[in-house]
């Protein structure tokens, strides 16, 4: 059985760090690309960052370059994403996603809430 866990969302204050945390198990991690999206109230889902399959390579939405990083442990089964610097915008749902795009697979986690407030 699939399954994609995230965990590390809260509250925090602007400026404030999060780290999240997404345990993937049922499938074979190191084969998959895995990312994050995020889904604010109102708005459509959309890409924060990537990782490639062996962490060779990650690209990240404009909007959280520098900010954010996208990491995972092909040992742990795990993907992380450190946000430092978080402000109200940040505010979403954060999903995490695994993807094999050669055979067509794509797996969703249930999402974790991040709210940036004072």
């Known amino acids: 059985q699939v399954q994609l866990v995230e965990s590390g969302g809260g509250l925090v204050q602007p400026g404030g760090s999060l780290r999240l945390s997404c345990a993937a198990s049922?499938?074979?991690?190191?084969?998959?690309?895995m990312s994050w999206y995020r889904q604010a109230p109102g708005k459509e889902r959309e890409l924060v960052a990537a990782?490639?399959?062996?962490?060779?390579?990650?690209n990240y939405a404009d909007s959280v370059k520098v900010r954010f990083t996208i990491s995972r442990d092909n040992a742990k089964n795990t993907v992380y994403l450190q946000m430092n610097s978080l402000e109200p915008e940040d505010t979403a749902v954060y999903y995490c996603?695994?993807?094999?795009?050669?055979?067509?697979?794509?797996?969703w986690g249930q999402g974790t809430q991040v709210t940036v407030s004072s």
């Open positions: 996603n695994a993807k094999w795009a050669t055979i067509g697979l794509e797996y």
């Open positions: 990782i490639t399959s062996y962490g060779g390579r990650a």
């Open positions: 049922g499938f074979t991690f190191s084969r998959y690309v």
